[in-house]
């Protein structure tokens, strides 16, 4: 097992959450497929720190990181798609063109 | 650094670590297409988090444990469960006519090909290397918090931004 099946494995969940973000209509599943694609960018970071000696603490610092922005990220998105749903009374991407209302 | 772990020979042996590895990596992929494909909002969430608990998995082969803690707890115990919590108070019946866009089929090739050219320069990079290196807990902390003692204030700080921001904008629509 080497750093080649990690790198594989990530960039096909990367893959698959690309293609929610492009696909899908829904504000929430949208929001899903984004930390999809963070998580396939943490396997890659620690994937790295583990087969680099070198380099062992920094990948998993900066996947701490990542997953601290991802938290702060969904508490922000959320509450955005809840004031939007007050206010739209929708979450659907399509309709939603406008900045101010 | 704490041990190192030698893993498997070379030339495509299938090793304990490997099959391990490669169960984890159905679950993961699985979850991943529910969480694209599935219909319902309730179920891409919960596949959503078969995907995460997977990669969890995949943190504690790559011999980062902290990293598949700090998974579980915050996607397990805190995401996915905020996520439910925003479904359950919008409107769940409108879910169900929010399927896909007309974009579809090339987001579909966007991704394929995307997947195609990363694989290629992996496998075209791959240098053979089986040899993982742990960390202890005691090392990542002292990194973290000697090395890293700037950024981590900086992330504490746009933790407490975002959840005071996230609490302004839910409350603002409320007064409308």
């Known amino acids: 097992m080497s750093l080649v099946h990690f790198q594989i494995l990530s960039a096909a969940l990367f893959s698959i959450g690309l293609y929610g973000v492009l696909a899908r209509r829904s504000a929430v599943l949208?929001?899903?497929?984004?930390?999809?694609?963070?998580?396939?960018?943490?396997?890659?970071?620690?994937?790295?720190?583990?087969y680099t000696e070198s380099l062992a603490s920094t990948g998993q610092v900066i996947a701490i990181f990542v997953i601290t922005v991802a938290a702060a990220e969904v508490g922000l998105a959320l509450a955005i798609i809840i004031n939007l749903f007050r206010s739209k009374g929708s979450v659907d991407i399509d309709k939603i063109d406008v900045m101010r209302w | 650094m704490g041990s190192t772990?030698?893993?498997?020979?070379?030339?495509?042996?299938?090793?304990?670590?490997?099959?391990?590895?490669?169960?984890?990596?159905?679950?993961?992929?699985?979850?991943?297409?529910?969480?694209?494909?599935?219909?319902?909002?309730?179920?891409?969430?919960?596949?959503?988090?078969?995907?995460?608990?997977?990669?969890?998995?995949?943190?504690?082969?790559?011999?980062?444990?902290?990293?598949?803690?700090?998974?579980?707890?915050?996607?397990?115990?805190?995401?996915?469960?905020?996520?439910?919590?925003?479904?359950?108070?919008?409107?769940?019946?409108?879910?169900?006519?929010?399927?896909?866009?007309?974009?579809?089929?090339?987001?579909?090739?966007?991704?394929?090909?995307l997947f195609v050219v990363m694989t290629v320069a992996a496998i075209a990079a791959d240098n053979g290397n089986t040899v993982r290196a742990s960390l202890k807990f005691s090392d990542l902390g002292h990194s973290l918090f000697t090395d890293w003692a700037i950024p981590f204030e900086v992330a504490s700080l746009v933790l407490l931004v975002a959840l005071i921001g996230a609490i302004v904008i839910s409350k603002q629509g409320e007064e409308e």
């Open chain 1, 30 to 50: 949208i929001l899903l497929s984004i930390e999809l694609m963070l998580n396939a960018v943490n396997i890659n970071l620690i994937a790295f720190s583990a």
């Open chain 2, 5 to 113: 772990q030698e893993s498997g020979t070379e030339g495509g042996v299938l090793t304990e670590s490997l099959v391990v590895f490669l169960i984890i990596s159905v679950v993961c992929v699985a979850g991943g297409l529910g969480v694209v494909f599935s219909r319902n909002v309730i179920h891409a969430t919960f596949l959503l988090l078969v995907s995460l608990m997977g990669v969890a998995g995949i943190f504690l082969l790559l011999l980062a444990e902290f990293l598949a803690l700090v998974q579980v707890l915050i996607y397990g115990g805190a995401i996915t469960i905020v996520v439910l919590f925003v479904i359950m108070l919008t409107k769940s019946d409108e879910f169900e006519s929010l399927v896909d866009n007309s974009q579809k089929p090339l987001a579909f090739l966007i991704s394929i090909g």
